[in-house]
Every structure is written in C-alpha cells, then in structure tokens.
C-alpha cells in the first residue's frame, strides 16, 4: 500500500536554529498538509498545499513557517529561528483529487532545546 | 467554527469484549465527512474508519463501527472483540466536503486514550 514518508523520524535542534522536515507524498496525490501534535494534545492544522501553492493555512502558521515542493516529490516544511514551543510531532499528510481520504505519514519528533 | 468533542479522556477494556468510544461535533454544514484515527504508541496516523454525512448507513470496517446520529451530531466509534492491539490514543475528526480548490483540513478532538487488559 502507498505510504507517505518522512525523515528525519526524530531532529533535535538548538533553539534560534532553522530545520527543515521533509515529506514524500504518494506520487498520485495532489494535496498536501502539513499537521502538528504538541505531546498530550490534539493534532493541529498547520497549512495545506495545492497546485504549488498555498490552499490554506491556520493561525499558527506564521511567518516562521514555510513550505514549498521543490522537485516535484518532495514537501518540505522549513521552521525558522525555532522556539522552544516549537517542540511537537510534525505529521505530513496528502490526498488524491476528489478522494476524502488522507494518508499520514509516520511524524518527525521535533525537539528544541 | 466547526469543533469537535470528545468526552472521555480515557477507556478501558477486557480483552475479547466490546468499547465505544463518543464524539460529538459541531457545525452548521450540511455535509461533511467524519472520521476516526488510532494512533498507536509509535505516534503514526493511521484512518480507521470514516462517514460521509450524506450517507445514512453506519460505516463499517471489519471490527471498527460507528453510529451515526447527524441530527445530534454525534459519531460514536464501536470496538468489538477487543484486541491487545488496539490499545492505542483515538482521534475523532470532522472535515467539511467542500472546501474551494483543496480538500479543506481536518479538525480534531483531543482524543480518547484506550486500554486493553488482556
């Protein structure tokens, strides 16, 4: 069954750094999410992505947060000058056109210390 | 805004025996999908379950099943013959069926921790 996949499974980071999370969608879908779960709370929507742009993003997207699909597989989420606060899972998620359904990848652990 | 409840912060079950698992959402669309995800210990995502709210019959995977009430906006998720397995974290989720160019996002309640004794 296609997956979603994404590295680094776990990134430690100094805080005030930049890491970027990467994302490989499944080759068919055209809609791509990026999601984030503070350890012990609700899984939160970051932004969503569509015909190489940006389709819809939350309040929590702010000007830290970036994404882009550089080479036509790849869906990178960027975090600038990371903050403690910062720390959470990080899940990429995508869906084929007209399909309700969407496929999660496995998260990365973002940590900031 | 839409939102989405879910009372019961924790469950238990015997291994074997049957759990349900409540959640009620709000919103003033008149159609959406409902879902339910089960996230294990190794934290991944995985859809157990979803209902399209146009479709009156109550969905069903195998031993995953849901009743449906729209008109009070409930979706209930039913675990039958419990398995050792299944404990996990469960994430009732709500998405509109229409949202402009994209698929719209998916809203989420806090999620029910469930445990199985063996």
């Known amino acids: 069954e296609p997956e979603v996949t994404q590295t680094p499974s776990h990134q430690v980071t100094q805080m005030g750094q930049e890491v970027i999370l990467r994302c490989v969608p499944i080759s068919n879908h055209l809609y791509f999410y990026w999601y984030r779960q503070i350890l012990g709370q609700k899984v939160e929507f970051l932004v969503s992505f569509y015909n190489n742009e940006i389709s819809e993003k939350s309040e929590i997207f702010d000007d830290q947060f970036s994404v882009e699909r550089p080479d036509g597989s790849n869906f990178t989420l960027k975090i600038r000058s990371t903050k403690l606060e910062d720390s959470a899972m990080y899940f990429c998620a995508s869906s084929e056109y007209n399909n309700y359904g969407y496929t999660f990848g496995s998260g990365t652990r973002l940590t900031v210390v | 805004a839409q939102t989405v409840t879910q009372s019961q912060p924790e469950m238990s079950v015997q291994e074997a025996e049957t759990v349900t698992l409540s959640c009620t959402y709000d919103?003033?669309?008149?159609?959406?999908?409902l879902f339910w995800y089960k996230q294990p210990p190794s934290r991944q995502m995985i859809l157990v379950i979803r209902q399209e709210a146009y479709k009156q019959q109550n969905a069903t995977e195998n031993r995953f099943s849901v009743n449906f009430q729209k008109a009070a906006k409930s979706f209930s998720l039913k675990i039958s013959d419990s398995q050792l397995g299944d404990a996990a974290m469960y994430f009732c989720a709500y998405r509109d069926s229409n949202y402009g160019g994209s698929q719209g996002n998916l809203i989420f309640g806090k999620g029910t921790k469930l445990s199985v004794k063996p």
């Open positions: 919103t003033s669309e008149s159609d959406y999908y």
